[in-house]
């Protein structure tokens, strides 16, 4: 943790949620009476083109605006952004990086180079297997909870049920919670 603030950067491809799951996170940590920032970063591409996209938490008033190049943890939601990104560039010998996979950690450390600790989820399946569809953020923000402590379960997915109900209905909300709940327990670092 980069003194009172929790830095985040997120890489995904447009359509698989690491945005809405970026301003999820910080709405959930609100709760902790926590200052809040969720930026996203991409230009006009289609869906399925590489994004970027930054959360920050912090006890303290946050008084930047920029893309974090030096973040406490990367969460890679689509793996196959490993080959053509250097997503551990600014990541420390402590940070934290969580990648959708179904590999070990031990083989994403050493094709990423990452000096920091590594967790996997197989969100991508998770998904599948809970919502139906092939979209990992919902088991995504879960895994980030459990490694970090930054949101209390609980209240992340309350968080979420509030701000997905009226848009996908109670049994496709209901569906995401449970792939939340299902990566909170199932991530491995």
Known sequence: MSGEVFEIRWHGRG???A???SELLVKAAIE???YIQSLPEFGAERQGAPMQAYSRISSTPILIHTAITHPDMVVVVDETLLKSIPVCEGLSDKGLLLVNSNRSNETI???TGC???VFTID???IAIDEIGKPIPNAPMLGAVARITKLVELDVLKER???EFIAKVGEQIAN???KAIERAYKEVKG
């Open 19 to 21: 945005k809405t799951a």
């Open 115 to 117: 000096k920091g600790h």
């Open 175 to 177: 569906n995401n919670l």
């Open 15 to 17: 359509g698989q949620g």
């Open 160 to 162: 979420f049920k509030e």
């Open 109 to 111: 450390k050493k094709d």
């Open 32 to 34: 902790k009476g926590k």
């Open 123 to 125: 969100a991508t399946q």
